[in-house]
Each structure stands twice: as structure tokens, then as C-alpha cells.
């Protein structure tokens, strides 16, 4: 596998969208290719686990070149340009190795006991993405981060929820091992697709915390100026809005997929711009 193969992706939230300033696309584009190239050598193909590693650990080497100020490889040009941005923009380098480790874990770790292990992940899997773009906006600061990583990682857990069938078929179970056995859903449940009453219990769970998680967060969004606090404003109601879609199948996410489609887009951004216009993130639900 190489870094430079195309592979079409399924996005819920737009990258480098017309709401980002013209001037920070280009950068915002060179860092998601870094991130779903390395992603797709963890995932895609039918490379072995072993050429998979070695092909993470390529791109470490290259980032190591990056962070002691040293030429990258000229056969990965990915990396002259990602070395431009991260100097021009003085970025810190370790989120990108974060997010490394976080796809490395994933070829060969295939469940998590704990929520606090799924968080480690999450940790480096999801909030370096914030971190990075609140670094290009020289917006970093302890607070700022503190609500970048609850909306990132709440952003993985829904699309961990949206996906329990798809990472089902890659072998894999997101949902902590000791939340299912609180509900008394086994792995067996998920591979039979067995959809009853512990299924919901068990989802509306786990979408009530991944809701609570965006809610905590979403302050970030009205504090962040300009078009990218609106791109903000639209991720955190995108993440709701699938949220919302997972509740309208009842929890049903075997057989129904949810998926924003261009009615939800229109909705999504009417409601991020009322939250920017607004000045409020949105309420919490009653009860």
C-alpha cells in the first residue's frame, strides 16, 4: 500500500469546507491527507499487520525528520509539503504522532474493557485533529483545548455508534466491554444483530453520554471568531444531528446506517449559524 493511493471516503463533517477562510484551506487539506493516508494504511487493503506497522512507523520516521528540522524523504512529498505547513504555522509535531499511534493501536487492538480505555484512545485518535486546527488559529489555549478534545472525542464516539455494524465486519467492538455487560449485550448480540431491549438500553447510553460529551464542548464554538468558529458552530450540530438519526431508528443501527444527506446539511447549517448568530451553544435535554 502506498501513501499516495486514492480511496473514496465517506465523511459526516466537511473538510477544508468553503466556511474555513480561503487562506487556511490549502493547510487544512495537506494535514487530512497526512491523517487519511496514514489511516488508510491501518485500514484499507489487504496488506499484513506487519506491512501495516511498517508502513506507520515510515511515516513516524518522517515526522521525527520534521520536528529535528531535517529534509523528509524526496519519494514522500506528502511530507515536504506537511513540513511547510507545520513551519509556517509553527505547529507542534506531536499531535501528528498521536494521531499515528492511534491508527498503529487499531490494526491489532480489537476491543475495549473500559471507557477509560476507549478515552486513551480517543485521546489520540480524535482530539489531535482539534488540536491541530486550534494551533493554525493561534486559538491553543488551555481552555480552548479543554472543549476541542470533549467535541472531537465525542465526534469518534458518535461515529463509533453510527458504525457498530461496519466495524462489526473489520472484527472490531468500540463499545466499552464493561458498558455491554452492564446491559447484558454480548459480542454474539452484535454478530447475530439481535436488536431488543438491551440493544436500546445499551445505545441510548451510550448516545446520551456522546451527547453530553458535544454539549460540554460546544461553548468552544461561540467562543472562536469568524468563519471557523461557523464551521465549528456546524460540526458540533452535525454530531447532533446524527445523534438524532441513531434515535430516529430506535437504536437500529444494523440496518439503518445514519447518514447526514443534503436536507440534513441544509438543517445542520441553519442551526450552526442560529448558534453563531445567537451567541448560545445548545441546551441540554430535559431530564
Known amino acids: 500500500m502506498t501513501s499516495d493511493a486514492k480511496i473514496e471516503h465517506y465523511e459526516n463533517f466537511p473538510v477544508a469546507s468553503i466556511l474555513l477562510p480561503r487562506e487556511m484551506r490549502a493547510p487544512v487539506g495537506v494535514i487530512y491527507n497526512f491523517a487519511r493516508t496514514a489511516d488508510d494504511i491501518a485500514d484499507e487493503g489487504d496488506a499484513s499487520d506487519a506491512e501495516r506497522h511498517a508502513g506507520l512507523a515510515a511515516y513516524q520516521a518522517e515526522l521525527d525528520k520534521i520536528a529535528a528540522g531535517q529534509p523528509t524523504s524526496p519519494d514522500r512529498p506528502l511530507f515536504a509539503v506537511l513540513a511547510r505547513v507545520i513551519a509556517e504555522h509553527r505547529l507542534a509535531v506531536q499531535p501528528f504522532s498521536d494521531l499515528l499511534s492511534a491508527f498503529d493501536q487499531d490494526i491489532e487492538v480489537k476491543r475495549y474493557a473500559t471507557f477509560a480505555d476507549l478515552r486513551d484512545y480517543t485521546r489520540r485518535s ?40 461496519v466495524d462489526w465486519r473489520k472484527a472490531r467492538v468500540y463499545l466499552p466491554q464493561d458498558d455491554m455487560a452492564r446491559f447484558g449485550v454480548s459480542d ?37 471568531p469568524g468563519r471557523f468558529g461557523l464551521e465549528l458552530c456546524c460540526v458540533v450540530h452535525g454530531g447532533l444531528r446524527i445523534l438524532d438519526r441513531i434515535e430516529a431508528v430506535n437504536y437500529d443501527v444494523f440496518r439503518h446506517r445514519p447518514q447526514l444527506g443534503k436536507a440534513d446539511g441544509l438543517r445542520v447549517f441553519l442551526r450552526g449559524l442560529g448558534m453563531k448568530l445567537g451567541g448560545k451553544p445548545p441546551k441540554a435535554r430535559a431530564g
Do not use: H
Request: aromatic letters at 10%.
Open 188 to 224: 454474539a448480540d452484535i454478530g447475530a444483530q439481535t436488536f431488543d431491549d438491551r440493544w436500546r438500553a445499551l445505545m441510548r447510553y451510550e448516545v446520551d453520554f456522546a451527547r453530553r460529551m458535544m454539549l460540554r464542548g460546544a461553548p468552544l464554538a461561540n467562543r472562536v
Open 126 to 165: 480524535a482530539d489531535p485533529v482539534g488540536r491541530i486546527m486550534l494551533g493554525l488559529f493561534k486559538l491553543d489555549t488551555p481552555e480552548n483545548i479543554a472543549c476541542s478534545d470533549d467535541i472531537c472525542s465525542a465526534l469518534q464516539l458518535i461515529n463509533f455508534w453510527q458504525d457498530v455494524e
